[in-house]
């Protein structure tokens, strides 16, 4: 009798066991993959066939193979056909990255102590402090950005305040980047704090009083200790704001007045309004091609950090 | 003692909620001093180290450091470093940085800065490692770098929270040494905390007891040892035996007592030694027994014998009171007494403490 012959009987024994598992692992993951498929990538798929197809006359659009979608990014199609070089997308694509880079940057700026603070409270009050940083979730965003109306708008809390305190009556600080601004912040704060508080948190406490103990200011233990090593949480943070704010449409149109447009608004503006269907795909396609670019070249940088000694 | 007071901790006290950690204790730290705070865990020692770093204050009290008031000065502007317990090495820097981190702070020039950390790495035997980080160490090796970080800023006082407690047996006796020398060679005060007694016994040039939040004993090594003023010393502090006497009368230090095993003997008294019930200490190793048997002599019974090499630890049984009785070992002969033999057992007077009972 041969070794192979020895096991045979084993192996016919197993290997229906093996395609039971291989089974329910295919049967059990299904609802999930259809869920991904019907709802991420068919419609990644159809936006990016649209973005090549062609405008209808009246709307819509027709399965004709057209690259003017792209092309109107960069050029203006003239009477005649010949396209002439505009700045003006361009230039709402540049203000998109502004502001959701500022966004993110003062969304750190704020959030950092805020985490800290929380961070260093006595366990049922940070419950209570947690608690509380979330609770903006459980409003609807609309009505969040409403209040921003009431608060800023002409008539509102704060001109009534200033004019309380003897500043010009009437003032507003609606329909302007800095009230798309105060808004995305707003909106995107707690996506911030809470990545960066978990990190705080898993902070060894011992090293900041090490810091303190050789001579390192707040400032100082802040700069050398906590922000270093709370780094993956602000990336985290950063790209859960960051993200997000790119493809923001509620901020510019509501608060911004939506004349300073935002690509997200954009986008929205040609599936509605506009009726340039394949134009929309095609800046979104774009938007999300530029969002890759950015997480990639940030995973890129985490994986040379994490290789170097 | 008549040198410099490092250190004066005067009537602080401190809560924790309900606990009270420290009952009003004072007491003061000589420079260049190697002192112990020694106690069980809850004694309240790591409260007064962080005191003196700056991460506690107290709720009444002061602490004065070189004769200034620090209370209200916060832990980056005092004088004082910090041997953690966990090391609390930086993570991401690398040794050398760990080393730089005080000196930067301090505001120390670039050069002087190199010249420095260079000096202390090699002090402590870690050069080759300068680009090290902490990760890559063994617990010996980070010891040493937590060590070299502290000492590198010359801190008035240096401050270190068990730091011997995670190492291994050889490896601990090693630093043990090593932590005196530097002491010496630094000139700088050593504040120790440990619950570790022989650690103590073996490194301090003078021992804090404490316990349940006060100072219970301060003196040196051989005072803590051999004249423990209470039962808590006596207890915490190396083994002894504890025997319910008589106190029958008291002169100057010494007492007269009636032993359970019916002896009237004169030992010496630490404190005011009333007439009355009180708690005679023998420590194990004073008590001879057989041909060794001198001073006060009595018989016991041998119960119970355990070979330790060097030396045997036997009971006794001496007329219904258990004594336990350490002999060393001087010859390979030495482990002679069978159990269950009746032999000759004595102690010197003078060897002996009464306690408060």
């Known amino acids: 009798m041969t070794d192979s012959a020895l096991h045979a009987p084993a192996g016919l024994e197993r290997a229906p066991r093996a395609r039971f598992w291989h089974d329910l692992s295919f049967w059990g993951l299904l609802p999930s993959r259809l869920l991904m498929g019907f709802a991420l990538i068919l419609p990644i798929f159809i936006i990016a066939a649209v973005s090549v197809a062609t405008r209808g006359a009246y709307g819509g659009f027709t399965w004709d193979f057209n690259l003017a979608g792209y092309s109107q990014i960069l050029f203006n199609e003239g009477w005649t056909g010949e396209l002439e070089f505009t700045p003006q997308y361009l230039l709402i694509i540049g ?34 402090l947690v608690y509380l940083v979330t609770l903006p979730f459980w409003v609807s965003m609309i009505l969040r950005v409403y209040a921003w109306m009431i608060i800023l708008g002409k008539d509102g809390t704060l001109p009534s305040l200033l004019e309380q305190l003897g500043f010009p009556a009437g003032m507003s600080f609606m329909f302007n980047d800095g009230a798309t601004l105060t808004a995305m912040v707003y909106t995107a704060m707690p996506l911030m704090v809470l990545p960066v508080f978990a990190s705080i948190e898993k902070l060894d406490g011992t090293l900041i009083e090490a810091s303190h103990d050789l001579y390192g200011d707040r400032w100082v233990t802040l700069r050398r200790v906590i922000l270093p090593l709370t780094a993956p949480g602000l990336v985290a943070g950063a790209i859960l704001v960051f993200v997000p704010a790119l493809g923001a449409v509620l901020e510019p149109t509501l608060m911004g ?29 774009t938007l999300m091609a530029l969002v890759m670019l950015f997480l990639i070249a940030t995973a890129l940088r985490a994986a040379r950090r994490e290789v170097r000694p | 003692m008549t040198q410099a007071k490092a250190i004066e901790v005067q009537s602080v006290s401190k809560h924790f909620g309900a606990y009270q950690a420290l009952k009003s204790v004072s007491f003061h730290i000589g420079s260049n001093e ?46 004082v ?9 930086f993570p991401h820097m690398t040794l050398e940085q760990n080393v730089a981190y005080g000196l ?31 990760a890559q160490l063994s617990g010996g090796q980070r010891q040493r770098i937590a060590l070299a970080r502290a000492l590198a800023p010359e801190p008035e006082v240096l401050l270190l929270d068990e730091p011997l407690s995670a190492l291994d047996l050889k490896l601990r006796q090693a630093m043990r040494d090593e932590l005196r020398t530097l002491q010496r060679d630094t000139g700088i005060t050593f504040v120790f905390v440990t ?29 803590i040892y051999e004249e423990p003023v209470n039962r808590f010393v006596a207890d915490f502090v190396g083994e002894t035996n504890f025997l319910d006497i008589e106190v029958l009368e008291t002169l100057g230090g010494q007492a007269t007592i009636r032993t359970p095993f019916g002896l009237d003997i004169t030992v010496p008294a630490t404190g005011s030694a009333a007439k009355g019930r009180a708690t005679l200490s023998v420590r194990p190793e004073k008590i001879n027994l057989g041909n060794q048997a001198q001073g006060i002599t009595f018989e016991g019974r041998v119960t119970n014998k355990n070979y330790m090499g060097g030396y045997t630890h036997y009971t006794l049984d001496v007329a219904g009171t258990e004594l336990r009785a350490s002999r060393r070992n001087a010859s390979r002969e030495g482990d002679t007494i069978p159990l269950g033999a009746t032999v000759p057992v004595g102690f010197v007077a003078g060897s002996a403490r009464v306690l408060a009972a």
């Open chain 2, 195 to 223: 619950h570790d007694q022989e650690e103590a016994l073996d490194m301090s040039d003078r021992i804090a007891v404490l316990g349940g939040g006060e100072v219970q004993q301060i003196g040196t090594p051989t005072e």
């Open chain 1, 95 to 128: 203000r998109t990255f502004l502001l959701a880079g500022a966004t993110t940057l003062i969304c750190l700026l704020f959030a950092v102590p805020v985490a800290y603070f929380i961070s260093r409270q006595p366990a049922s009050r940070k419950a209570v």
């Open chain 1, 257 to 285: 007045g939506g004349k300073q447009m935002m690509m997200g608004s954009l986008i929205q503006l040609q599936f509605g309004g506009g009726r340039n269907w394949p134009f929309g795909a095609a800046i979104a396609m």
């Open chain 2, 81 to 89: 470093n910090t041997v953690f317990q966990s090391y609390a090495l």
């Open chain 2, 34 to 79: 190697f002192f112990t705070m020694l106690g069980p865990s809850g004694c309240g020692k790591t409260t007064l180290l962080r005191m003196l770093a700056g991460f506690e204050s107290p709720d009444t009290g002061s602490i004065l450091l070189n004769g200034q008031e620090v209370v209200s000065i916060p832990p980056h502007k005092r004088r």
């Open chain 2, 104 to 134: 930067e702070n301090l505001g120390w020039e670039k050069g002087r800065i190199k010249a420095r950390v260079g000096e202390m790495l090699e002090r402590v035997h870690m050069s080759a490692m300068a680009r090290r980080k902490p």
